[in-house]
């Protein structure tokens, strides 16, 4: 009676989560097996970002019913968040709770087993305001170590749904931020990658301590190697956060800071927090306090009344940052939002040509990028095999710089600090020769 299987849709953070989720059953006495196999309770953690992560959402669900119907179906997330009822309504959905009250799911479902009647646990997100503690002290198959320290977001850009989802932003204590994250280094984890639904937002809820605090407390750490920030607002970069980028030996030379549109007017319409020229500056900064810092960025094409001449100007002003990478969105209309609502929608066929130029033009940065590094030597933590030639002998990892290398490795390799030769450049994976494994810490153990 105690087999639950996981789906988890979406973000990053939806996966941290999902592991979260694992944790809080696992102390219960379950055992998780694939979602493929008959368990019985089927946990569902959802997407509600787009139209189709509802709808996909919604698939997943009746799959889950459709394996075992006698199983317990608990739905939890982004889309049960913000269509409890819809959500609810779909037969043989047993559990739904939203994105806060998630640490009761046991309770939840041994409560259904015996009075068999169905549960809606959702509240009002909006009146949130303490961060949800969810402990995950190691991963299933990762050697990188993700570390959730916010959640929410204020922002309300006019295409997004995720502040009706999450909440307002609520930053996680920074006591509890260093005892996680010594709890990684322990299990053997190099590298940490803090991640929320508004990183760069951490600590606007508190007085006198914010993220360049924070960074400063976990640069402190010993054992640890490597401070990522999975994603940091333009906006939100200010002196102080650039200085640690500059000081701290830690700080990756890697961050993503979300474009979404390289005209102003456009970033207008979407309700984003800067101009044009303001990322541009931060951007510039950045490169003086980090030389060769690698930006990864999000764009969305085809927003609302985006003219051919805007398109442009941002695939110019992307090209002459000299971006690492880009991910790129056609637009795409999320019932509820400001920006479904809006007249002079794109058509599809033109937000796709606009997707395919955008992609051409990030696999040529990221190439023109990579080559920069070939002939030196640089620290990779391999993470798994080739997969496109498993049989290869050669394994992939990052290095600081979010550079993807393959380079010849062995199982026993997994999660230690390599230095490895960068021989080849290219527009997804550099090519490497091994050179020494910098020092011998066992790697992280898998959650069981």
Sequence with gaps: ??????????????????????????????????FENEADVYLINTCTVTNTGDKKSRQVIR??????????????????????????????????????????????????????????????????REYEELNVPSFSDRTRAFLKIQEGCNNFCTFCIIPWAKGLSRSRKPENVLAEARKLVNAGYKEIVLTGIHTGGYGDDFEDYKLADLLWDLDKIEGLKRIRISSIEASQIDDRIIEVLNASEKMCRHLHIPLQAGDTDVLKRMRRKYTADEYRETILKLHQAMPDVAITTDVIVGFPGETEEQFETGYRFVEELGMYQLHVFPYSKRTGTPAARMTDQVPDEIKHARVAKLIELSKRLTKQYAEKFVGEVLEVIPEHPLRQDPESGLYVGYADNYLQVAFPATEDMVGKVCRVRIDRAGDETCIGTFVRVVDEVPRPAKAV
Excluded at 22 to 32: E, N, R
Excluded at 102 to 128: G, H, S
């Design 1 to 34: 009676m105690n087999r639950i299987a996981f789906h988890t849709l979406g973000c990053k953070v939806n996966s941290y989560e999902t592991e979260a989720m694992w944790q809080v059953f696992q102390k219960a006495g379950y055992d998780k097996v694939d």
């Design 63 to 128: 799959r889950a019913i459709r394996k075992n119907p006698d199983a317990v179906i608990v739905v939890t997330g982004c889309y049960a968040q913000t269509s409890p009822a819809e959500v609810a309504a779909i037969p043989g959905v047993d559990v739904v709770v939203g994105t806060q009250g998630r640490d009761q799911l046991v309770e939840y479902v041994e409560q259904y087993r015996k009075e068999r009647q169905p549960i809606n646990a959702v509240a009002n997100i909006m009146k949130q």
